[in-house]
């Protein structure tokens, strides 16, 4: 209870939030609260699982903050819909891809699922990808939306083959 409590929390905390670090945070809150759900059983697969899910998201955070940072860095705005540096927006694309793992950043998605119980596995896939979605959908006006068109697409073909 307690877990799915902190998902809840920190969903809310990242989709009601605009400043940078209280995304991040709730994004961190999200993670933590998901790797016991993974790792439930304590089977060798799961357990790999849960590593292979954290270091994932662990880096596409880091790419969150350093994406921040630089856009505050040169605009000294840390709002999230102030995104404007081209450096910054790229970075943030690169991390929210992985986040979501879409096409470049996938490879880890279906090994988690493979090592998750079915019910965390419904949850990874469906409930942990709105708070990355909606700080897609937050700074998309300053996105590339020709990269964005073609990781949709491309993650469309790849999912469906």
Same mark, same amino acid.
């Given at each position: 209870?307690?877990?799915?409590?902190?998902?809840?929390?920190? @969903? @809310?905390?990242?989709?009601?939030?605009?400043?940078?670090?209280? =995304?991040? =945070?709730?994004?961190?809150? *999200?993670?933590?609260?998901?790797? +016991?759900?993974?790792?439930?059983?304590?089977?060798?697969?799961?357990?790999? =699982?849960? @590593?292979?899910? %954290?270091?994932?998201?662990?880096?596409?955070?880091?790419?969150?903050? %350093?994406?921040? /940072?630089? *856009?505050?860095?040169? @605009?000294?705005?840390?709002?999230?819909?102030?995104?404007?540096? $081209?450096?910054?927006?790229?970075?943030?694309?690169?991390? !929210?891809?992985?986040?979501?793992?879409?096409?470049?950043?996938?490879?880890?998605? $279906?090994?988690?699922?493979?090592?998750?119980?079915?019910?965390?596995?419904? !949850?990874?896939?469906?409930?942990?990808?709105? $708070? +990355? /979605?909606?700080?897609?959908?937050?700074?998309?006006?300053?996105?590339? +939306?020709?990269?964005?068109?073609? /990781?949709?697409?491309?993650?469309?073909?790849?999912?469906?083959?």
């Amino acid at each position: 209870l307690i877990f799915i409590t902190s998902l809840l929390l920190g @969903t @809310t905390i990242t989709i009601s939030s605009n400043h940078w670090i209280t =995304a991040w =945070a709730g994004l961190e809150i *999200n993670t933590l609260a998901i790797l +016991p759900l993974i790792s439930k059983s304590h089977h060798p697969r799961a357990i790999e =699982a849960a @590593t292979k899910y %954290f270091l994932t998201q662990a880096a596409a955070s880091a790419l969150v903050l %350093f994406s921040s /940072m630089t *856009n505050a860095w040169y @605009t000294g705005q840390w709002d999230i819909t102030q995104l404007t540096h $081209p450096t910054s927006c790229l970075i943030l694309t690169s991390a !929210i891809a992985m986040k979501l793992g879409l096409v470049p950043f996938h490879f880890w998605f $279906p090994e988690v699922l493979q090592g998750s119980p079915l019910t965390t596995g419904l !949850i990874l896939s469906t409930a942990m990808k709105l $708070p +990355p /979605m909606t700080l897609l959908f937050m700074t998309s006006p300053s996105l590339n +939306p020709a990269l964005l068109t073609t /990781m949709a697409i491309l993650s469309t073909a790849l999912g469906g083959w």
